[in-house]
T-cell receptor, first 114, second 115 residues
Framework: AQSVTQLGSHVSVSEGALVLLRCNYS??????LFWYVQYPNQGLQLLLK??????LVKGINGFEAEFKKSETSFHLTKPSAHMSDAAEYFC????????????FGGGTRLMVKP | GAGVSQSPSNKVTEKGKDVELRCDPI?????LYWYRQRLGQGLEFLIY????????KSGLPSDRFSAERTGESVSTLTIQRTQQEDSAVYLC?????????????FGSGTRLTVV
């Protein structure tokens, strides 16, 4: 079984500041981890994914995430926030035994202040 | 098609009526998923189709919910005798193969409002 916890349902940062969105997972098998972004009135778009290769994963729009097994974490970061980053972000996990079934966290809404 | 297409994009229905939501997956994608997203909440898994295998219906919340898919084509999610708690965005996603490396491609969703 897998589960995902995203700490902070809302995160607010100033434009140009560091973005840090937290994700902790639980998985009984080696996990595969994903971050998705959802812009207003749109579907979810894949930002990046960890599938047991490099632990530091780079995605689109300057985002990256680091898989830390000892901490069961997969936090999403971006060095400098842009107004266009305002959206909802979802962390998701699956495992080999779960086929391709993703379990999603509750989401974090990122707000960027000018 | 180029992406996952869902229709209608918005649906307002009266309590007690039946609704049918449609999902057109990306051509060639063998796996298709339905999720529900209630306001301010995460994604709740509903049902999963993989090729011609029996679907995984473990996420359907009640027997008022059902879904069909013929082969690797269109899927319809039906909600009978809708209740106000059914109000949510219903998201469909498809995936190329039975492997996590491909991830999902999501549609834009159907926003269902039960009044």
């Amino acid at each position: 079984a897998q589960s995902v916890t995203q700490l902070g349902s809302h995160v607010s940062v100033s434009e140009g500041a560091l973005v840090l969105l937290r994700c902790n997972y639980s998985s009984s098998v080696p996990p595969y981890l994903f971050w998705y972004v959802q812009y207003p009135n749109q579907g979810l778009q894949l930002l990046l994914k960890y599938t047991s290769a490099a632990t530091l994963v780079k995605g689109i729009n300057g985002f990256e995430a680091e898989f830390k097994k000892s901490e069961t974490s997969f936090h999403l970061t971006k060095p400098s926030a842009h107004m266009s980053d305002a959206a909802e972000y979802f962390c998701a996990v699956t495992g080999v035994s779960a086929g391709n079934m993703l379990t999603f966290g509750g989401g974090t809404r990122l707000m960027v202040k000018p | 098609g180029a992406g996952v297409s869902q229709s209608p994009s918005n649906k307002v229905t009266e309590k007690g009526k039946d609704v049918e939501l449609r999902c057109d997956p990306i051509s060639g994608h063998t796996a298709l998923y339905w999720y529900r997203q209630r306001l301010g909440q995460g994604l709740e898994f509903l049902i999963y189709f993989q090729g011609n295998s029996a679907p995984d219906k473990s996420g359907l919340p009640s027997d008022r919910f059902s879904a069909e898919r013929t082969g690797e084509s269109v899927s319809t999610l039906t909600i009978q005798r809708t209740q106000q708690e059914d109000s949510a965005v219903y998201l469909c996603a498809s995936s190329q193969e039975w492997t996590v490396n491909y991830g999902y491609t999501f549609g834009s969703g159907t926003r269902l409002t039960v009044v």
